[in-house]
């Protein structure tokens, strides 16, 4: 689902502590473990991991571009988005429990579609009604002997008085033995207008195989060495 937004936050924000990125390796809070690190197009890397004390099934993301992270994700074993960290708008995001239709992975790997409807509110109040569909198209791919599969979506928010907030379509990758979803491509719209966006994988790594929780992305970057503000919160994730 937010998967598709990732093409939309690559602005950091300055006021916070600078740190040097020469020959980064990414690290997860302490007493986390990694399981997947994802290079994509469109300049990004995603490090995947778990954490004690969370329930069985919790996943954590963290997306970095050049300039270092900038979001950061928690997830259930049904791909339910729980809290999500917008690092350069400064905003962080959490699932209204129950939803009126929660999203479950277990029901599109099932039937190979599912539909949700639910609403996220951030610390300050702001609410979005969230709805769309995932849909299996029954194409899968091997990347670095991972297994697959293509999916179709459709997705938009709207806010409290009904106005649209953003919507995309366009097609995502899953896992089923890792029950998650990878970034995909499609276009964005918001009232800036249309963004089509390409943040498809290109490499996987595993715990133990190079390029594992890197924290520099390979694919269609510029040259240009950067430097990267962290929040409190993610220091000492960049080594």
């Known amino acids: ?57 919790v996943k954590w993301r963290v997306d970095l571009n050049q300039d270092g992270p900038f979001f950061v994700s928690k997830i259930d074993d049904e791909t339910q988005w729980l809290e999500t960290y917008d690092i350069g708008a400064k905003t962080h995001e959490v699932l209204v429990q129950p939803s009126v239709k929660p999203a479950s992975f277990s029901q599109l790997i099932k039937t190979g579609r599912n539909d949700y409807d639910f609403i996220t509110v951030t610390d300050d109040g702001k609410r979005e009604h969230v709805t769309g569909y995932d849909k299996l198209t029954g194409v899968s791919k091997v990347v670095d002997g991972v297994k697959l599969e293509e999916s179709e979506f459709v997705s938009q928010a709207v806010g409290d008085d009904g106005t649209l907030l953003w919507r995309s379509s366009g097609n995502e990758m899953i896992s089923r033995e890792m029950r998650i979803f990878l970034a995909g491509k499609g276009i964005w719209q918001d009232p800036n207008g249309k963004t089509p966006f390409d943040n498809m994988p290109v490499v996987m790594r595993t715990p133990g195989q190079t390029g594992f929780f890197a924290a520099q992305p390979e694919f269609d970057c510029n040259t240009v060495m950067s430097q990267l503000t962290l929040p409190p919160a993610l220091e000492g994730v960049i080594q």
Do not use: E
Request: with cysteine; net charge positive.
């Open 1 to 57: 689902m937010k998967l598709r937004i990732l093409a939309c936050l690559l602005t950091m924000t300055a006021g916070l502590p600078v740190v040097a990125i020469a020959g980064p390796k990414f690290q997860p809070p302490k007493g986390c473990t990694g399981f997947l690190t994802v290079q994509m197009h469109g300049c990004i890397v995603s490090n995947h991991y778990t954490c004690p004390g969370d329930a069985q099934g």
